[in-house]
């Protein structure tokens, strides 16, 4: 969904550098989400925003950090890259005021980690 | 959330309907079913979604069974752009509000041949 947007679309990094994936939305959305996806496997949940002071952890957040500069911004860092956070990582976004709560995705990051 | 069962794979010919099944047994009341898809590598794709009546959009139709415990999923007149994997969830949504979460499994890897 060209509302979401995700930078950058291809990292390569060594291991042990600190790495920042940033997701941005046009879409007026108070939800945020960070999820991975590892090869022949379904996306997990890494952290969530419901608005800008609420962080929650998701299933796989150890490794992992995050920072909701505004309500319409979503970072994910890495302090300390390793390879097996290698991986395509999602943002996505939802509104729980339209009651649905439907969540859309950005085009991804594929993150490689020597 | 209730756990879904959806074949692996299908294929379907160009023009006609896909029909994808997933199994929610455990499904409770307050559980929706929602559909998304991957078109490889890219970020999921919402399709449609559903609590007990049968809904339908521009994209496809979804059948839920009386009991709730099975649904499927109909593309009317498939593409081979509609080549995609494809998920099926349940979410709980209480009190007006989800809990944000989306749990995907491996989905059905369907295939439209021309």
């Known amino acids: 969904d060209a509302d979401v947007t995700q930078t950058p679309r291809n990292r390569i990094t060594k291991t042990g550098k600190r790495i920042m994936l940033e997701c941005s939305q046009t879409k007026g959305h108070d939800r945020m989400y960070w999820y991975r996806q590892d090869p022949g496997l379904g996306l997990r949940l890494i952290y969530y925003s419901f608005d800008v002071k609420d962080i929650n952890k998701g299933e796989i957040s150890d490794g992992y950090s995050v920072s909701r500069q505004a309500q319409a911004k979503f970072s994910l860092s890495l302090e300390s890259a390793i390879p097996n956070q290698t991986a395509l990582y999602f943002c996505a976004t939802s509104d729980f005021l339209a009651g649905t709560d439907t969540q859309y995705f950005g085009p991804g990051t594929r993150l490689t980690v020597l | 959330d209730a756990k879904t069962t959806q074949p692996p794979s299908m294929d379907c010919a160009e023009g006609r309907a896909a029909n994808l099944p997933c199994n929610h047994s455990t499904i409770s009341g307050n559980e929706y079913v929602y559909w998304y898809r991957q078109i490889h590598s890219q970020g999921p794709q919402y399709i449609i979604h559903?609590?007990?009546n049968n809904e339908t959009n521009e994209m496809a139709s979804l059948i839920i069974t009386e009991d709730r415990k099975s649904s499927t999923l109909i593309l009317p007149h498939a593409t081979l752009r509609d080549t995609a994997v494809y998920y099926c969830i349940v979410r709980v949504r209480r009190g007006g509000s989800t809990l944000g979460r989306l749990y995907f499994g491996r989905g059905t890897q369907l295939t439209v041949w021309p």
């Open positions: 559903g609590l007990k």
